[in-house]
C-alpha cells in the first residue's frame, strides 16, 4: 500500500494547478466575510482610510482580507456580512440604522474598486460576474436584530440586496434563541416562524449558524425553501454550541441545503476551544479578586504564559470529511469568518489561502468534481432553489 500522493508522483503544484482549473470554471463562493466590520470599527465607514487594493497584511494590526490577496485565493463570490453587534437580548431601531450604514458600505466598497467587484443578487449574477473575472458581490445579514421585529424591516433590507439573514448572533431575540444565550423561546416564537415564511416568500436565504439547536429544528420544520448555515463546523469534531450536531446535519440533507464550513479557531479545534474558557475562567477569578486596573494586566501576563493554540488546515478538511461522511458532498461550502476572528488555522491564515484547503481535499480523495461542489455549485444550487420557491409564494405575505 503507498500514499495517494507517492502513488500519482505527484507534488504540490500538480494539486494547486487542479484546483486552479476547478476554480477558473466554478466560482469559489466564501458565505461569511467580516471586512465591512473591520471598516466599521477601524475607521468609522472612512473607506478611503483602509486600502483594499493594497496589501493590508503589512499593517500593524493587519487585517485578513484586501484585493491581492482575495485574487491570490482565487475567490468568485463572497458574501459580504453586515454585522452589528447585539449586547443584551432583542434588537432596538438603533440597529436598523446601523445594519443600513453597514450595507452603505458595502455597496460603496463595490463602486470604490469596480474593477475588481461587483453586487450580486442572484445565482445567475454570480456565473455571469465570475465570467468576467470579477468578484461577485453579495450581502448577508449577521443577526436577526437587525430587524428590530418588523417584517416590514426585513423587507426592506432584502431590497436593499441583502440575500440571507443569520436569525440570531451571539445573543436571543425576541423571536429566536440563540445558541450563546439563555433558553427564552425552545427555539422560534410565533413570530419567528412567520419571520422564516417571509424570508421564503422574499426569496431570502435562512441562515442557521449562530442558532440554538431548537432554533435549528424549529426552521427545518417550518421553511419551505432550502437553508444555509453561513460559517458553522461540526459538533462531532469540536462540540462547541456554535457546530452543527449530526441529527441536524440529515435535516440539512433532507431540506437539500448547505453548512458552510468555517475556520474559526475554537469551532474547528478542541484544544483551542479550551484554551478560550480556561481563559474566561482566570478572567472571572481575577475580577473576583483585584481592582478592575488590575485584572487587564494579569490578563495579559497570563495569555503570554500560556499562549493560544492554532488549528491547522487539515482540522478544517477534517469537518468537512466528516460531512461528507454523514451525508455527502452535496451538502458542503465554505464559510471562512476572515476578519470576524483571531488569527486563523495555520495554513488558512488569510483570503489568499483557499486553494490550499481544496489541494488537501483532493490529496484526502475528493474528485474535481467535489471541489466544484463545495466551492459553489452547492450554493448555487441552494440559491436557485431559494429564488424558485421565492417565485411560487410571491402572491403576498404570510
Known amino acids: 500500500m503507498c500514499f495517494y500522493l507517492v502513488c500519482q508522483g505527484l507534488g504540490a503544484d500538480d494539486f494547486l494547478d487542479r484546483v486552479e482549473k ?7 463562493i466564501d458565505g461569511h466575510n467580516d471586512i465591512p466590520w473591520q471598516f466599521r470599527r477601524r475607521v468609522n465607514n472612512d473607506l478611503g482610510q483602509l486600502d ?3 496589501d493590508l497584511s503589512l499593517l500593524k494590526n493587519p487585517t485578513q482580507t484586501d484585493i491581492p490577496r482575495l485574487r491570490h485565493g482565487l475567490l468568485g463570490g463572497q458574501f459580504w456580512s453586515v454585522y452589528v453587534p447585539i449586547n443584551e437580548y432583542g434588537g432596538t431601531p438603533e440597529h436598523v440604522q446601523q445594519v443600513i450604514e453597514q450595507i452603505d458600505v458595502v455597496y460603496r466598497m463595490t463602486s470604490m474598486y469596480a474593477d475588481t467587484f461587483e453586487m450580486a443578487y442572484t445565482a445567475e449574477d454570480i456565473e455571469r460576474i465570475h465570467s468576467k473575472g470579477k468578484i461577485a458581490s453579495l450581502i448577508g445579514i449577521e443577526g436577526g436584530h437587525a430587524i428590530n421585529d418588523s417584517l416590514a424591516v426585513l423587507r426592506r433590507l432584502y431590497q436593499l440586496g441583502a440575500r440571507y439573514m443569520t436569525l440570531t448572533h451571539s445573543k436571543s431575540v425576541r423571536w429566536a434563541d440563540s445558541a450563546t444565550d439563555m433558553v427564552r423561546h425552545e427555539g422560534l416564537s410565533e413570530f419567528g416562524e412567520r419571520v422564516i415564511r ?8 435562512v441562515d442557521l449558524s449562530h442558532v440554538s439547536v431548537a432554533t435549528m429544528s424549529d426552521a427545518l420544520a417550518i421553511t419551505k425553501a432550502p437553508v444555509i448555515f453561513s460559517h458553522s463546523s461540526v ?3 469540536v462540540p462547541h454550541v456554535r457546530n452543527v450536531p449530526d441529527d441536524i446535519l440529515n435535516l440539512v440533507a433532507q431540506n437539500k441545503g448547505v453548512v458552510m464550513v468555517t475556520f474559526f479557531p475554537s469551532y474547528v479545534s478542541e ?9 474566561e475562567r482566570e478572567r472571572a477569578r481575577l475580577v473576583e479578586q483585584f481592582p478592575a486596573g488590575e485584572v487587564s494586566r494579569m490578563l495579559e501576563r497570563w495569555r503570554s504564559e500560556n499562549p493560544a493554540p492554532r488549528p491547522t488546515l487539515y482540522q478544517v478538511a477534517d469537518h468537512i470529511d466528516h460531512i461528507k461522511t454523514i451525508v455527502g458532498v452535496d451538502y458542503i461550502g465554505i464559510g471562512g469568518d476572515y476578519d470576524g476572528m ?5 495554513g488558512l491564515d488569510d483570503v489568499s489561502t483557499y486553494p490550499k484547503l481544496f489541494a488537501e481535499l483532493l490529496k484526502r480523495g475528493y474528485s474535481e468534481k467535489d471541489l466544484a461542489k463545495i466551492a459553489g455549485k452547492n450554493i448555487l444550487r441552494v440559491m436557485r432553489a431559494v429564488e424558485k420557491k421565492a417565485k411560487e409564494l410571491s402572491n403576498g405575505p404570510s
Open 22 to 28: 476547478v476554480l477558473k470554471a466554478t466560482p469559489l
Open 52 to 54: 483594499l487594493s493594497t
Open 198 to 205: 417571509e424570508m421564503n416568500r422574499l426569496g431570502m436565504m
Open 235 to 237: 459538533y462531532q469534531v
Open 271 to 279: 484544544e483551542t476551544w479550551m484554551y478560550g474558557v480556561n481563559l
Open 342 to 346: 483571531p488569527a486563523g488555522p495555520i
